[in-house]
């Protein structure tokens, strides 16, 4: 599958599921498009009892070890919990901006059946911005609470002169929709090892997801894991200059055996450059699993308005660029094609050579 397939077939995902607004704790009607598409093309999935979704290719060679892609299907929001006389009284969920707690921000309230019901904060009465929201809606128009709400932003748009996608979930999305393309494209590539796509919950209210999944066992012991996510714009992590291999976030540091993996297939991409940065602007799935003994590395797609953090305090759809969300799927389908295979990059099998010219040179002058 080449790269304009994967491309189209990421983009297609993307725009399904930023169609299908959620965040923590209400993944429900995103995990139920994973499952279809999934279903659609024959991958085996396994919904564990947090509801984290494992979707699996089985690989040629079941002892050794396979490569598994995560990303978790949440964004911050809010959740309506209660109807009272002054309105509706909610709570955020994640890491909204100040400004998204301000009186006056437009939000939708979005019921179990997909159901969308315009709102807007008008206060809130706890001493934390994130606590005992209150909402103005038409309560008759609510179905039960509680009930998911998110800001009132596009689901999703692409500029084709800018190349800039914008929508208010990128993060994680854009994750969830790669991996989709990368499972598509393995079951044309059969390979010694297994391919997993782990699509996990409540990530943004603190890696919840994740880290059961990682505690419980549910990828087999020594896969390799790579967490796919977008990441905030730093120096040397920018948008429009490729995508990023993570060497670690704000928590933790990666290790060099599942990163080989990517580097691997950096000559699968061809021109289009890719990016290498410890980013740690925050704390991705990769540290659940490497602190729980997988081998870990990340991808990441550098991020404009992150958590819908606009310039001068403003609401603002976030954006990724077309182009690394392109060379990412590319990137990450190279690595899946090489499950199993423990590979090397050339700068990793240059310096496991012993240098034995260099080596009698040094026995020789240390007489």
Sequence with gaps: MDREQLTAIGLNHLAGMGAIPATSYYEQPVADYILAQCADIGVE????RYGNILATRQGADAPVDGIAFVAHMDHPGYEALSAEDDGVHGR?????PSQAYE???????VGSDGSRV???IMGRAGARSGDNLIFEVAQDRLGPLPCAIVLDLPDFDYDEQTKLIRMRAADDLAGCASILAVMRSSMESPTSGSVYGLFTRAEEVGLVGARLAAADGLLPAGTNVVSVETSSILPGAEIGRGPVVRTGDRMTTFGFEAEEYLAAALSGVGDFPVQRQLMQAGTCEGTAFARNGYPTTGLAYPLGAWHNNGPDSTIRPEFIHHDDFATGIALLAGAAALAGTNPSSAAGARIRERPEDEERRLLDSAG
Excluded: Y
Aim: aromatic letters at 6%; proline letters at 5%.
């Design 103 to 109: 009186s006056g921000v437009a939000v939708t309230f």
């Design 92 to 96: 955020g969920l994640g890491g909204l």
């Design 45 to 48: 999935t396994r919904v564990d």
């Design 118 to 120: 315009p709102g807007l």
